[in-house]
């Protein structure tokens, strides 16, 4: 297989991994019975569509938000057909379960921003301000974005235990292998996937390291700028404006993450990219045969490749019910 000029990227579902060519994006899931079920929807980034957004650092938040839509839609997607698998209840406790899935699931987006936010917003700065911190803006951010790094490592490390998210974990690790593979150009077979590691430079955990550090150095900089003509601000003042520049620094991270991908031996880029690699020690485990074979298909259909070699496929999309 000659390499297309094209890079490829996805994520991990609930048995199964998505994965995002230049047309489409696919997500292949196991289910219990064995079969792999293929969902294929046509797909072209608002950044190759209109002139702003393929502007630096605007493509980068456009790019971000794009993905975050996709995350969740495939994974709700992977939710619903794991749930087949499990459901054997009569139709009136489908109705019930169903109600109450919606439910929960709702409640599980708001407890998660509002933990995010205690975790990596409020609480972070109001320990800054209590070892009076809040007149150096330096030393304010670097304490602030420190406490920000323990509690995502510790976040992370501590959802790893659950087994379902251990599993999440195997189905991205055999994602980076299958997109190693691609990348070195190699046949898309299990054999030859399996021998790469499933590290890789591109991974979204890289990315969030890279938000992290650049937070620090973007709001060290605007803090000095603010205080300097408005005083030093209270902390839900700071944390105000902090939030705004989000936007920018997800694209700012963006771009450094697009050039060090193309420098990965400048030792400078080294250094930046240790702590996101290292993270996936965690974040990614050693997958099966099985599961790489999920990610295979899933990187294939989103290529447009041939699955013809494949006899226990079914493309599926979203209102298919069994």
């Known amino acids: 297989m000659s390499k297309k000029e094209i890079q490829v990227g996805g994520q991990a579902v609930i048995e199964g991994v998505m994965m995002r060519g230049p047309a489409y994006c696919a997500t292949a899931i196991r289910r219990k019975s064995g079969q792999i079920e293929v969902l294929k929807e046509s797909f072209v980034t608002k950044t190759k569509t209109h002139p702003l957004y393929k502007q630096p650092i605007i493509r980068g938040f456009v790019s971000l938000i794009e993905m975050m839509t996709i995350g969740i839609g495939t994974l709700t997607f992977s939710a619903q057909r794991a749930e087949l698998d499990f459901d054997d209840t009569d139709k009136t406790d489908k109705k019930e379960n169903s109600l109450f899935a919606k439910i929960t699931e709702y409640l ?99 990315f969030m390291f890279f938000v992290l550090l650049i937070s620090i150095l973007v709001y060290s900089i605007v803090d000095s700028i603010v205080s300097r003509y408005f005083g030093f601000p209270q902390i839900f003042v700071r944390l105000a404006y902090h939030l705004l520049l989000l936007p920018f620094i997800a694209g700012l991270s963006y771009e450094v993450l697009k050039k060090s991908e193309k420098n990965l031996k400048h030792p400078i880029v080294k250094i930046m990219t240790i702590p996101g690699m290292a993270m996936q020690k965690i974040t990614t485990q050693e997958p099966s045969e099985d599961q790489i074979e999920v990610a295979i298909v899933a990187l294939k259909a989103a290529l447009e490749l041939d699955l013809s070699e494949y006899t226990d496929i079914r493309f599926v999309d979203k209102e298919t019910k069994d």
Do not use: M
Request: aromatic letters at 18%; glycine letters at 6%.
């Open 108 to 206: 599980t987006i708001i407890i998660s921003f509002g933990l995010a936010f205690l975790l990596f917003g409020f609480l972070p700065y109001q320990l800054a301000s209590w070892i009076n911190l809040t007149k150096d803006n330096w030393l304010f951010n670097i304490f602030a974005g420190a406490i920000r790094i323990v509690f995502f490592i510790l976040y992370i490390w501590i959802i790893s235990k659950f087994k379902d998210i251990h599993r999440v974990f195997e189905y991205h690790g055999a994602e980076h292998k299958s997109v190693h593979a691609y990348d070195h150009e190699q046949q898309l077979n299990v054999k030859n996937t399996v021998k790469y590691t499933t590290i890789h430079p591109r991974c979204g955990t890289s």
